[in-house]
């Protein structure tokens, strides 16, 4: 196999075990080792930046990159190398229609999550499920450009929102009974491992990618080694170069001593 330089990782069942509510101790301590041999690590998540933050991601050890809001932004050592945010007006537009109808809301920017019309109740649903960090009140958003709007709705409100969306030529994903998340364009991972091989002058031949799910499907595409967990989506399986153990099983660290990089 070719040298591997960057390895790109889904963080929900891949890094982050749900189970136990932390990260694979083994996992980690073999990424560790990977990094002091100067192989370049990057999360590539549907999180956002404020939620992997508060979820301790950081205090692991130094990633080189993330990629967040599934394929919404990329950074690269501190450097920004796209954001696809809104446009202010669409914002605007649809805070209004959001206070008209006293829903709860989200912005979400590039390091941080604010919101406004806290509902708590639709919020704790959401929160237990997806164990997320709560977001910061409104009071302290400095008008930084908005990358994502989350929704806290059922989905009885969903007309009037797809509606709007269609007007604004906007996506609309819901993707819990309790939240949605609407973004200018189509969001995929695929963007964000392009981007950064592109900034660091390698090819696909050269990285390697671990998931879970079925939006790692597009990550995979990027990645010449598509890593799926054992305990990943049969989609995600049938597109994957090699298929691990589970993560509570030390599926990446297994994965990484099976192509001799530890």
Not at 253 to 261: E, S
Request: with cysteine; aromatic share 16%.
């Amino acid at each position: 196999m070719e040298k591997i330089k960057a390895i790109f990782f889904d963080f929900d069942w891949t890094l982050f075990d749900h189970k136990t509510k932390s990260f694979n101790v083994k996992s980690i301590k073999a990424l560790k080792k990977l990094h002091k041999k100067g192989v370049k690590l990057i999360i590539n998540s549907a999180r956002t930046y404020y939620s992997l933050k508060n979820l301790h991601t950081f205090d692991l050890f130094s990633f080189d990159g993330f990629v967040v809001s599934n394929g919404g932004a990329a950074i690269f050592n501190d450097k920004v190398l796209y954001f696809d945010g809104f446009k202010k007006e669409t914002v605007s537009e649809l805070i209004n229609f959001l206070d008209e109808k006293n829903l709860s809301y989200n912005l979400v920017t590039l390091y941080n999550t604010y919101n406004k019309n806290r509902d708590i109740d639709m919020m704790n649903n959401f929160y237990k499920i997806f164990y997320e960090p709560f977001p910061i009140d409104i009071k302290s958003y400095n008008n930084e450009e908005i990358l994502a709007i989350q929704i806290f709705s059922l989905e009885r409100d969903d007309k009037e929102i797809i509606n709007l969306c269609n007007k604004l030529k906007l996506k609309f994903n819901r993707f819990s009974e309790y939240c949605i998340e609407i973004t200018p364009i189509e969001f995929e991972k695929s963007k964000g491992i392009k981007e950064i091989i592109k900034y660091l002058n390698i090819s696909k031949d050269e990285i390697m990618a671990f998931g879970d799910d079925l939006n790692d499907i597009s990550m995979f595409k990027e990645a010449k080694y598509g890593i799926c967990l054992g305990n990943g989506k049969q989609e995600l399986k049938d597109v994957s170069y090699y298929v691990t153990d589970n993560i509570e099983k030390d599926g990446i660290y297994k994965a990484l001593k099976y192509f001799k990089l530890i």
